[in-house]
């Protein structure tokens, strides 16, 4: 049964009337209002001298409550502000919403550093009473966690004070970065002569096209734009690493990587393991690199090839199909994971429409005071789109199956959450190329699959190489536009294998990843999932719908344990070696050599 799903998403019943909402901005209030108090009892306990054991479990559960009722709705305004922001990059008025809830954030953050101080100095066994005896439940494994990286930390007073003036200064980087894309102007001619402008977002749909000439314009003119915008990007990327190095500094950190393996809750052993195993499985990569130069008749790929079509199939996939098969996609596996996208679909949580003013790329968004998600991005009917559609849907159903756990506990990191998303992925990616009977389609579909091992063992291996030597050289001082495309131009080539003619240099600029002041490294964590999803994949094949409650019952201790113990808990092994890698990198082998055989006549 075919049905017709909207193209945009629905956000009135999250806070009404959009960036003027009354309901949103007394919703702040709010917040405001409790982060007082909850600092305010902080500071009284700091000050009123020694309490006994039941006072102080007494005031760790009342603290708990405040942060996590908080922390829903700060999470809820954020993903808010967000959705505003990237579906009218010129909403002046959301722009000041975001900065009022960085602002807020800040406050919080504030609030939780001296809750953190507080936890830090209760008596070990009063402590241990409390977490495992008391009303900590599933946010156990999230407070203890706090508790031990403060340890690590400067003094309370002065993390609270770089939080504050992070609101201007990192985040406010950050935020110029997005001012900056909204300005981005890219000029296309069309077949009449005409000359069109269109957004980032509408311009790197252009990057993939089926004809090679219109690639080659549309990534001459990508370039153009990014280098012209080069020095204000590069000083948004400068002062965004400065601040990181600086506060490190100041903790004691010398490793860059620290903070990001700490925020997804896994040891360097594992990024180790997995990026030896990646570097491993790259020979097979590369035979699909060459055959597919020499299937387009070039000596070498550019970069604007990497992902372009092969073959004859240029089918568009219509929304509504796209939608309806991946929720037969998904129903194979799971009816309950079906009937979620297909809610998902029909009550608007989608932003899907291709038009003018949006900002580029996609992503999915939790809600989790409303219980919902949201997801954003530009879809033009392509076979990448769809596999983007179904990416963001495993997203959205990783929080779906987390709604009824503490806030806390819902904290998973972005490693396990391109997990889920990646397994959906690959539900319908697998499915659509055995499904068809079209040869041409065939292949377009496989030739897909295969982009995305190139994406996760490539070109995420290159932004990994680009930022770790980014970091070297800003402890140095400041990095020129042209420094840091010599730095990305070099990573490029040595983690596609010396396989690439043309290269993107200013790809550092025009890739938001890079300046997002939540997460930093902002990469390892796709190829972690990928191939993490792949081995959760390769056992679900094995053990079929009756996987599915293991699936579900992975996804939600992804808040609540490291990524090595989930391993062992949930597939029995052991990530810090690079057998489990290994196997998941093999994988692609596979559809390798599937697509060598099909092109071997041609």
């Given at each position: 049964?075919?049905?017709?799903y909207?193209?945009?998403?629905?956000?009135?019943?999250?806070?009404?009337?959009?960036?003027?909402?009354?309901?949103?901005?007394?919703?702040?209030?709010?917040?405001?209002?409790?982060?007082?108090?909850?600092?305010?009892?902080?500071?009284?306990?700091?000050?009123?001298?020694?309490?006994?054991?039941?006072?102080?479990?007494?005031?760790?559960?009342a603290?708990?409550?405040?942060?996590?009722?908080?922390?829903?709705?700060?999470?809820?305004?954020?993903s808010?502000?967000?959705?505003?922001?990237?579906?009218?990059?010129?909403?002046?008025a959301?722009n000041?919403?975001?900065?009022r809830?960085?602002?807020?954030?800040?406050?919080?953050?504030?609030?939780?550093?001296?809750?953190?101080?507080?936890?830090?100095?209760?008596?070990?066994?009063?402590?241990?009473?409390?977490?495992?005896?008391?009303?900590?439940?599933?946010?156990?494994?999230?407070?203890?966690?706090?508790?031990?990286?403060?340890?690590?930390?400067?003094?309370?007073?002065?993390?609270?004070?770089?939080?504050?003036?992070?609101?201007?200064?990192?985040?406010?980087?950050?935020?110029?970065?997005?001012?900056?894309?909204?300005?981005?102007?890219?000029?296309?001619?069309?077949?009449?002569?005409?000359?069109?402008?269109?957004?980032?977002?509408?311009?790197?749909?252009?990057?993939?096209?089926?004809?090679?000439v219109?690639?080659?314009?549309?990534?001459?003119?990508?370039?153009r734009?990014?280098t012209?915008?080069?020095?204000?990007?590069?000083?948004s990327?400068?002062r965004?690493?400065?601040?990181?190095?600086?506060?490190?500094?100041?903790?004691?950190?010398s490793?860059?990587?620290?903070?990001?393996?700490?925020?997804?809750?896994?040891?360097?052993?594992?990024?180790?393991?997995?990026w030896?195993?990646?570097?491993e499985?790259?020979?097979?990569l590369?035979?699909?690199?060459?055959?597919?130069?020499?299937?387009?008749?070039?000596?070498?790929?550019?970069?604007?090839?990497?992902?372009?079509?092969?073959?004859s199939?240029?089918?568009?996939?219509?929304?509504?199909?796209?939608?309806?098969?991946?929720?037969?996609?998904?129903r194979?596996?799971?009816?309950?994971?079906?009937?979620?996208?297909?809610?998902?679909?029909?009550?608007?949580?989608?932003?899907a429409?291709?038009?003018?003013?949006?900002?580029?790329?996609?992503?999915?968004?939790?809600?989790?005071k409303?219980?919902?998600?949201?997801?954003?991005?530009?879809?033009s009917?392509?076979?990448?789109?769809?596999?983007?559609?179904?990416?963001?849907?495993?997203?959205?159903?990783h929080?779906?199956?987390?709604?009824?756990?503490?806030p806390?506990?819902?904290?998973?990191?972005?490693n396990?959450?391109?997990?889920?998303?990646?397994?959906?992925?690959?539900?319908?990616?697998?499915?659509?190329?055995?499904?068809?009977?079209?040869?041409?389609?065939?292949?377009?579909?496989?030739?897909?699959?295969?982009?995305?091992?190139?994406?996760?063992?490539?070109?995420?291996?290159?932004?990994?190489?680009?930022?770790?030597?980014?970091y070297?050289?800003?402890?140095?001082?400041?990095?020129?536009?042209?420094?840091?495309?010599?730095?990305?131009?070099?990573?490029?080539?040595?983690?596609?294998?010396?396989?690439?003619?043309?290269?993107h240099?200013?790809?550092?600029?025009?890739?938001?990843h890079?300046?997002?002041?939540?997460?930093?490294?902002?990469?390892?964590?796709?190829?972690?999932?990928?191939?993490?999803?792949?081995?959760?994949?390769?056992?679900?094949?094995?053990?079929?719908?009756?996987?599915?409650?293991?699936?579900?019952?992975?996804?939600r201790?992804?808040?609540?344990?490291?990524?090595?113990?989930?391993?062992?808990?949930?597939?029995?092994?052991d990530?810090?070696q690079?057998?489990?890698?290994?196997?998941?990198?093999?994988?692609?082998?596979?559809?390798?050599?599937q697509?060598?055989?099909?092109?071997?006549?041609?």
């Amino acid at each position: 049964m075919s049905h017709t799903y909207p193209m945009t998403w629905e956000l009135e019943t999250i806070y009404p009337g959009g960036s003027s909402s009354k309901a949103f901005k007394e919703e702040l209030a709010g917040m405001e209002r409790d982060i007082e108090a909850l600092t305010k009892s902080l500071n009284e306990a700091e000050t009123s001298g020694e309490q006994d054991a039941f006072q102080t479990q007494a005031l760790l559960t009342a603290w708990t409550e405040a942060i996590q009722s908080i922390t829903l709705r700060l999470r809820e305004s954020d993903s808010f502000v967000a959705c505003l922001m990237a579906q009218n990059m010129k909403d002046g008025a959301a722009n000041g919403l975001n900065d009022r809830v960085k602002t807020i954030a800040a406050r919080m953050l504030g609030a939780l550093t001296k809750f953190d101080a507080r936890i830090a100095a209760v008596a070990d066994d009063v402590w241990t009473t409390w977490l495992t005896e008391g009303p900590a439940g599933s946010a156990a494994f999230a407070l203890a966690e706090r508790r031990e990286a403060t340890k690590e930390k400067m003094a309370p007073e002065l993390e609270a004070l770089a939080g504050d003036l992070a609101v201007d200064g990192y985040h406010g980087w950050g935020e110029l970065y997005n001012t900056i894309v909204s300005r981005a102007k890219f000029i296309v001619k069309e077949q009449d002569g005409s000359e069109r402008i269109l957004s980032a977002g509408q311009m790197h749909n252009r990057l993939s096209a089926g004809d090679r000439v219109v690639r080659e314009t549309a990534m001459a003119e990508w370039e153009r734009e990014w280098t012209d915008l080069g020095e204000l990007t590069a000083d948004s990327l400068n002062r965004l690493s400065g601040f990181r190095l600086k506060l490190y500094e100041r903790r004691g950190w010398s490793n860059v990587l620290k903070e990001p393996l700490a925020i997804n809750r896994m040891t360097e052993a594992t990024l180790n393991a997995m990026w030896t195993a990646v570097e491993e499985g790259k020979p097979q990569l590369v035979r699909y690199l060459k055959r597919k130069a020499e299937l387009l008749g070039i000596e070498k790929l550019d970069w604007h090839d990497v992902e372009a079509p092969i073959g004859s199939a240029t089918k568009t996939v219509p929304y509504d199909e796209a939608a309806d098969f991946i929720v037969e996609r998904f129903r194979q596996f799971s009816p309950e994971m079906a009937d979620f996208a297909q809610m998902a679909f029909r009550d608007g949580w989608i932003e899907a429409e291709d038009r003018a003013g949006k900002r580029p790329g996609g992503f999915c968004t939790s809600l989790p005071k409303s219980e919902q998600t949201r997801i954003f991005m530009t879809y033009s009917g392509t076979a990448s789109n769809v596999s983007t559609l179904a990416h963001e849907l495993g997203h959205a159903y990783h929080q779906h199956v987390m709604n009824d756990l503490p806030p806390l506990a819902q904290d998973y990191a972005m490693n396990v959450a391109e997990t889920a998303s990646t397994f959906a992925e690959m539900l319908v990616s697998d499915a659509a190329v055995k499904l068809t009977d079209d040869a041409e389609e065939k292949l377009a579909l496989l030739e897909d699959k295969i982009q995305r091992a190139v994406a996760f063992f490539m070109n995420i291996h290159a932004r990994f190489l680009f930022e770790t030597r980014f970091y070297a050289k800003r402890r140095e001082g400041l990095v020129t536009a042209e420094e840091l495309s010599e730095l990305m131009e070099t990573a490029q080539r040595e983690a596609f294998s010396d396989q690439l003619g043309a290269v993107h240099p200013s790809f550092w600029a025009s890739k938001l990843h890079f300046y997002l002041t939540d997460v930093p490294f902002y990469n390892f964590p796709y190829t972690f999932g990928f191939l993490f999803s792949s081995g959760i994949y390769a056992r679900a094949q094995q053990e079929g719908p009756a996987f599915a409650d293991r699936y579900v019952a992975l996804l939600r201790d992804t808040g609540r344990m490291t990524v090595e113990e989930l391993a062992r808990k949930h597939l029995g092994v052991d990530l810090e070696q690079p057998d489990f890698w290994r196997d998941a990198v093999a994988l692609t082998t596979e559809d390798v050599e599937q697509f060598l055989s099909m092109t071997a006549a041609r």
